[in-house]
């Protein structure tokens, strides 16, 4: 089926472990999006590309460094995690820029951090 | 800026009586407004959205909601809850220009037998 599929779904790490979550989508489309969800405070994001070869950052970019090489590909990635970086990530993708036709999601990474 | 305030983060209902679910938004332009839903462990489904012409939008799974400019609000309803419409709900706006969405809080739904 089309959509978006993440990877891992679940993962465990210790404090000061890197690691990279791969987000890949099958619908062409253009925009892709890196959410964070915490209980009591929605989705936030953390960093966006509108095309292949471009990032962006959004509201909650520290700790996190994101690369877009393929256009069905958006990779998340920590370089040293931190206890506060527990949390379910999403991914999203789009065809229109300001989301008219709403976000694909995929179903989540469950990320523990110890 | 752009920010979504949905009221109640949780809100409980038996199973055959109505669903209201708020959202207010602010703007500075007129936005794009959406509903989504997740059920547990899953990621989020689009439920409904607004851009633009009719204020009433109709979704899945009989629910509705009205664009209300004056009142800056885009709440959900449901004449009849369902079992199954357990979950939680986000409220989310885009505005021209900028690509993303911000979504509210969220607000989880119980709906008891």
């Known amino acids: 089926n089309a959509g978006v599929t993440q990877t891992p779904k679940f993962r465990v790490l210790k404090t000061g472990q890197s690691m990279t979550l791969l987000c890949a989508q099958d619908m062409n489309h253009e925009y892709m999006y890196w959410y964070r969800q915490d209980p009591g405070m929605g989705l936030r994001l953390i960093h966006y590309?509108?095309?292949?070869?471009?990032?962006a950052k959004g509201e909650v970019p520290d700790g996190y460094n994101v690369s877009r090489l393929k256009k069905q590909n958006f990779l998340l990635g920590l370089e040293s995690a931190a206890p506060s970086q527990t949390s379910v990530y999403f991914c999203a993708s789009s065809s229109s820029t300001t989301g008219q036709y709403g976000y694909t999601f995929g179903s989540g990474t469950r990320l523990t951090v110890v | 800026a752009q920010s979504v305030t949905q009221l109640g983060s949780h809100v409980s209902v038996s199973e055959g009586a109505l669903v209201l679910l708020r959202c207010n938004y602010s703007s500075s332009v007129p936005p794009y407004l959406f509903w989504y839903v997740q059920y547990p462990n899953q990621g989020l489904q689009l439920l409904l959205k607004?851009?633009?012409?009719?204020?009433l939008v109709k979704g899945i799974n009989g629910f509705e909601a009205e664009f209300k400019k004056s009142e800056t609000s885009f709440h959900l309803t449901k004449p009849s809850a369902h079992m199954s419409d357990a979950a939680e709900y986000f409220c989310?706006?885009?505005?021209?220009?900028?690509?993303?969405?911000?979504f509210g809080s969220g607000t989880r739904l119980q709906v008891q037998p």
């Open positions: 590309s509108v095309g292949e070869g471009t990032t």
């Open positions: 989310a706006v885009s505005k021209g220009g900028r690509r993303a969405l911000t």
């Open positions: 607004y851009t633009t012409g009719a204020t």
